[in-house]
């Protein structure tokens, strides 16, 4: 039940394209769903996160949607560049006690060709 | 400020020595984070320290020893390490659980081990 399942394993997109990276839950306690994006050899940094009771978030060219009721979400990044070749993951975070318990999708190899 | 830093960022040891990580954080945050991170997978959780207490071990073998000092460092010791333990290592914190707020990842330590 804590799994958080995330597709495309590896997504290839033209310049100027859109890309699209689907994930779904099982835990309805999620409390936040953060999308990281992680370039090789660098740490995972925050692109953009959610919380569970907003269907839409847009910041620049990234967008979340999420569909509670399906208990799925997605990024979708506009106008793709070839900067956005990255690793991204999916998360979901269950706030306990004094810390969180992050669960990550297995991760997405995004290729942005121009 | 959102920056977490680590040092150092690569480390080469051998399978008898002995060496630290660590972690830095100003953002007032009293949850921080070890994970561990192999090539092409999302990290592995492998501490919590909640309030300068450990909060959650991992199963983690003994030779990954953790230190909190105060609020706002963080370190792993390393002893007799196995060269599966070669990873990317990485640090995080967190705000108060209450905040719909996410992890901060630090740039993480390249390890090697001999």
């Known amino acids: 039940q804590q799994q958080v399942k995330q597709s495309p394993q590896s997504l290839i997109v033209q310049k100027g394209g859109i890309s699209i990276i689907n994930c779904a839950y099982e835990?309805?306690?999620?409390?936040?769903f953060p999308w990281y994006q992680q370039f090789p050899g660098k740490g995972p940094a925050l692109l953009i996160a959610i919380r569970p009771d907003v269907s839409e978030k847009k910041e620049g060219r990234f967008t979340i949607s999420f569909n509670k009721s399906a208990k799925q979400f997605s990024l979708h990044i506009m106008d793709s560049q070839p900067g956005d070749s990255a690793t991204y993951f999916c998360a979901a975070i269950l706030n306990s006690g004094g810390y969180q318990k992050v669960t990550f999708g297995t991760g997405t190899k995004l290729q942005v060709i121009p | 400020d959102t920056e977490v830093t680590q040092t150092p960022k690569h480390l080469v040891m051998g399978m008898t020595n002995k060496k630290s990580l660590k972690c830095e954080q100003h953002?007032?945050?009293?949850?921080m984070y070890w994970y561990k991170q192999k090539a092409k997978k999302p990290p592995e959780l492998m501490f919590v320290y909640s309030y300068e207490k450990l909060s959650i071990n991992e199963s983690v073998p003994s030779r990954f020893s953790p230190e909190c000092p105060n609020s706002s460092l963080l370190n792993l010791h390393l002893h007799a390490l196995q060269p599966e333990d070669s990873a990317l290592y990485l640090c995080?914190?967190?705000?108060?659980?209450?905040?719909?707020?996410?992890?901060?990842f630090g740039p993480g330590t390249r390890l090697t081990v001999l």
């Open positions: 995080a914190s967190s705000p108060r659980p209450w905040a719909a707020d996410t992890q901060y």
């Open positions: 835990n309805t306690a999620f409390d936040y």
């Open positions: 953002m007032g945050h009293r949850a």
